[in-house]
């Protein structure tokens, strides 16, 4: 099969490799699409320690079942399915405690397994989750992004009525704008300095969109405040934003070695909650059952896609922040 390869750190090509073979209690995928994300560069990058290398990077994708290993009940070949990259223990001390996305021994398809950029993955079984006949199978590779933005709503307080502020209007910023909308927030601002993403979050309902939080008309703050970017800077000014006895929530993906600054009598005073949201738990079925339902414009959502063959050049694409969700199609 044909298969994107990081070699090592900073060394990316397309090249052949052998067909997989389904184990017990597992499945061969054809890969339909595969977005990128950040996580991806980090790989390239040499910058996410748990990877091994060479490695076929590609963790968010959709496909059809073209072969099916021994024990495998409740899916049959030609079964159209969104697959669950997150491979947990099941017996670490988090696992036991319903905190898989915490495990000790974690490991995902894509990130330290053969992914999916490739005309074929490999995946568990009970990580595939079959799609509604009228959800496109392209469309159904942003499912996995989705799980992770309703992981997220899952750890925010989600009053009716609450404002929210949202810094980055790329993929995930966009994901959980249409989410809050449809959690009964008042209003949702968007904050991007790339102010080309700006119109595509008003068409997605936000209230407001600025390149500054200091543009928007809200002394008092927000009761929501989440930073899908990661960067230090909007940490610290994301974290200034919130209301008296509000959230802030920490979903983009910071550099491990990052440190922002905050006032801890502030959050002490004004009894801020500060949450962390890591990648999927418990979320991804919903995620299938949202996207079915339309919480989420696909078209929307995917500015671009690449032919496998120019995988490099779509990485590449994707640093320099073109776009919104960048697929490879890999048939």
Not at 129 to 144: K, M, N
Not at 311 to 318: G, M, Q, R, S, V
């Amino acid at each position: 099969m044909r298969a994107a390869l990081i070699e090592t750190p900073g060394t990316v090509a397309v090249t052949t490799l052998p067909d997989p073979s389904p184990g017990p209690g597992q499945v061969v995928v054809a890969v339909a699409a595969c977005g990128i994300c950040g996580t991806d560069l980090h790989i390239l990058d040499g910058d996410f320690a748990p990877t091994p290398y060479p490695i076929v990077p590609g963790h968010e994708f959709a496909g059809e079942i073209v072969a099916v290993g021994a024990g495998v009940t409740g899916l049959r070949t030609g079964d159209r399915v969104a697959v669950d990259p997150s491979l947990f223990c099941g017996a670490c001390h988090y696992c036991e405690r319903g905190q898989g996305n915490l495990c000790e021994n974690w490991n995902a398809i894509g990130v330290t397994r053969n992914g999916a950029c490739a005309e074929y993955a490999l995946a568990p079984a009970a990580n595939c989750h079959r799609l509604p006949d009228h959800v496109d199978v392209s469309h159904a590779a942003l499912i996995e992004p989705l799980s992770c933005a309703v992981r997220g709503f899952d750890l925010l307080p989600r009053r009716m009525g609450d404002h929210y502020l949202i810094y980055g209007a790329g993929t995930m910023g966009l994901m959980m704008l249409q989410l809050a909308r449809r959690a009964g927030a008042a209003s949702v601002s968007v904050v991007d300095v790339n102010a080309a993403r700006l119109p595509v979050a008003t068409r997605l309902g936000a209230d407001a969109v600025a390149a500054s939080a200091d543009e928007f008309d809200r002394p008092q703050g927000w009761e929501v405040v989440i930073d899908c970017t990661g960067a230090v800077a909007a940490i610290e000014d994301g974290l200034t934003r919130v209301r008296r006895g509000g959230t802030f929530q920490q979903f983009g993906v910071a550099p491990a070695d990052a440190t922002a600054r905050f006032s801890p009598f502030r959050v002490y005073n004004d009894e801020i909650t500060i949450v962390g949201s890591m990648a999927v738990l418990h979320s991804f079925g919903r995620a299938v059952d949202l996207m079915g339902r339309g919480v989420i414009d696909p078209d929307i959502m995917i500015s671009d896609r690449f032919a496998l063959e120019r995988y490099p050049e779509a990485l590449d694409a994707f640093r320099d922040g073109t776009g919104r969700k960048l697929q490879i199609s890999a048939g």
